[in-house]
């Protein structure tokens, strides 16, 4: 999801939105007025959306960049052609093609998008950009200059890019970091030690292996997601950390770098390993970072699904009151409102082992209390399906899913797989005009979490 002003762009693999009542054609891609709660087809001239699968999204100024596995924009009017990447200019609803000529895109999908002074990084499976008589060798990773509609490689010398998939990126200051199927950065010059995670200094071109000493630290296993909380960088996946003679650092599936001191960190007050199993999501509130994924156990404690850092202490905690600690199955996605955490995920129960609080796939944190507490009204509950994301407007939040029905056991109501909680009132809400709400296939990508 990406919001510009008042509209949420929502992406994912459906075909309709307003599900129950007038529909709005939307392939893949669809836009919601937050405020009228009208869908609004994403296109011009009858045409909307992409004929493929929408994994990104990414918001320049008024303009929102589109990245997935796609051949062409506006389905169902005139089509745009547009290889996995395209841009949609909101103040005139018109498609642009990134690329110069006949050039456009790049040759295969895209999985992940980062801003930096006004250009756009692209990461992904592709091999070149521009995709057409202007083609560029980039390997996995280009920049794309809005300004003179150009693509580029990255990198110095006769190098760039790297030998193998993006799938996460993100800005620390000018530097990108990057994390994903690779070993090897500069591809085809002076090449750089890049086991899975590696920065790239956007002011000088030039990649940097990530770690102290000669080479760094290399990661062995998958990294899926590059979270910047403030401070440090830190990387989630299903992995360890291996010193460059090759002495094992225990940090399963989490681990921190810092860019001010060069290190990576492990992040325990003790002997803790990192976490069991994998990580997928991450979000700070105040010194506090809250952890979720597949584990039972991080830091040297028990927690499950979900779990507590204190970035001053360097300690862990788990989540509940009493005795009680976490969620009985995966957590997919964290959002943010004030003090309170809103939980998204496979899960139906909260305060594991403590006094289990019934929840549908969702649930709220109130991190100063430390409490669970379900989302409903009137003896309503969650939802009635898994959710996937979360994404927080103001007070009120967003969740994407599978799912069709909130309020689960009160008033339910139909909610055709996006959803709105409106955290002032404690009440769930449609979203959609009319009779209709929701979309006709889940939203966002389930595929952005690469097991």
Do not use: C
Not at 81 to 94: C, D, I, L
């Amino acid at each position: 999801m990406a919001l510009i002003g008042t509209d949420l762009y929502v992406g994912g693999t459906f075909t309709n939105a307003n599900e129950g009542g007038t529909r709005v054609p939307a392939s893949s891609l669809v836009r919601l007025n937050t405020i009228t709660g009208a869908w609004t087809p994403v296109g011009f001239a009858g045409g909307n959306g992409v004929d493929g699968v929408v994994l990104t999204l990414a918001v320049l100024g008024t303009d929102l960049y589109i990245g997935g596995r796609f051949l062409a924009a506006n389905t169902g009017g005139q089509l745009f052609f547009a290889s996995n990447v395209v841009m949609f200019r909101t103040t005139t609803s018109g498609w642009f093609q990134l690329g110069t000529s006949s050039g456009n895109g790049v040759d295969n999908e895209v999985k992940a998008f980062s801003v930096i002074n006004g250009l756009l990084y692209v990461g992904g499976n592709f091999r070149t950009a521009g995709n057409g008589a202007t083609a560029v060798t980039v390997n996995y990773v280009a920049v794309y200059n809005p300004v003179n509609n150009n693509w580029r490689s990255i990198g110095n010398g006769l190098g760039n890019g790297l030998n193998g998939s993006v799938n996460s990126l993100a800005s620390q200051g000018t530097d990108l970091i990057l994390a994903g199927d690779f070993t090897t950065a500069n591809v085809g010059g002076a090449l750089v030690e890049a086991q899975r995670v590696v920065r790239f200094s956007t002011t000088s071109s030039n990649w940097f292996t990530i770690g102290s000493g000669a080479e760094g630290k290399k990661i062995a296993g998958s990294v899926y997601r590059v979270f910047n909380l403030g401070g440090d960088v830190y990387f989630g996946g299903n992995f360890t950390v291996v010193d460059e003679n090759g002495t094992t650092i225990f940090a399963n599936n989490l681990v921190a770098f810092s860019t001010l001191t060069g290190l990576w960190g492990r992040l325990a007050a003790s002997t803790g390993e990192g976490a069991n199993s994998d990580v997928y999501t991450m979000v700070r509130v105040g010194s506090k970072v809250y952890v979720g994924g597949r584990f039972n156990s991080i830091g040297g404690i028990a927690a499950n699904y979900i779990a507590e850092y204190d970035l001053l202490t360097g300690s862990w905690s788990k989540l509940g009151t009493g005795s009680g600690n976490g969620v009985n199955e995966v957590v997919l996605d964290i959002g943010v409102v004030g003090s309170d955490i809103y939980v998204a995920g496979a899960f139906t129960s909260a305060n594991v082992g403590g006094v289990v609080v019934p929840v549908g796939y969702v649930a709220k944190y109130d991190t100063l209390a430390k409490a669970w507490s379900q989302l409903g009204s009137g003896g309503g509950n969650g939802l009635n399906d898994s959710a996937y994301s979360v994404a927080t407007i103001g007070s009120d939040v967003y969740f994407g899913g599978s799912f069709t029905t909130a309020n689960i056991g009160g008033g339910s109501i139909q909610v055709n797989r996006l959803a709105r909680f409106e955290t002032s009132v404690g009440r769930w809400s449609v979203v959609g005009s009319g009779s209709g709400n929701g979309v006709n296939e889940p939203t966002d990508h389930r595929t952005r979490l690469r097991r």
